[in-house]
């Protein structure tokens, strides 16, 4: 049974940072590219980062970009998105989410698996 638990979310101040976690476990972790979404409320979800299995190739949002590093740590099975210099407009419910794919960065939403999600409010 595949699951991936995030965590880290929370309240910040503008200009703050943070760091989510995701936590995969029922999968060779090496075999999925791993993706940070979210989804701000009245709007569609957005791909934020994706990371290869290796690790060695990301993937941003031009709003993100400069900002947010995503990382994983294939050893302990965890997706690591660090943001730094948050404003009030990245708000949102943040989920990690798991696909395979023969491509190292696939393009799009479609993934396998998907977390719970986790809420990320920055306040002004």
């Known amino acids: 049974q595949v699951q991936l638990v995030e965590s880290g979310g929370g309240l910040v101040q503008a200009g703050g940072s943070l760091r989510l976690s995701c936590a995969a476990s029922?999968?060779?972790?090496?075999?999925?590219?791993m993706g940070w979404f979210r989804q701000a409320r009245g709007k569609e979800r957005e791909r934020v980062a994706v990371?290869?299995?290796?690790?060695?190739?990301?993937y941003y949002a031009d709003s993100v970009k400069g900002r947010f590093t995503i990382a994983r740590d294939n050893a302990k099975n965890t997706v690591y998105l660090q943001m730094n210099s948050l404003n009030p407009e990245d708000t949102a419910v943040y989920y990690c989410?798991?696909?395979?794919?023969?491509?190292?960065?696939?393009?799009?939403?479609?993934?396998?698996?998907w977390g719970q999600g986790t809420q990320v409010t920055v306040s002004s």
């Open positions: 990371i290869s299995g290796s690790g060695g190739s990301t």
């Open positions: 989410a798991a696909r395979t794919s023969r491509l190292v960065i696939p393009s799009g939403n479609e993934y396998d698996y």
């Open positions: 029922g999968v060779t972790f090496t075999n999925y590219v």
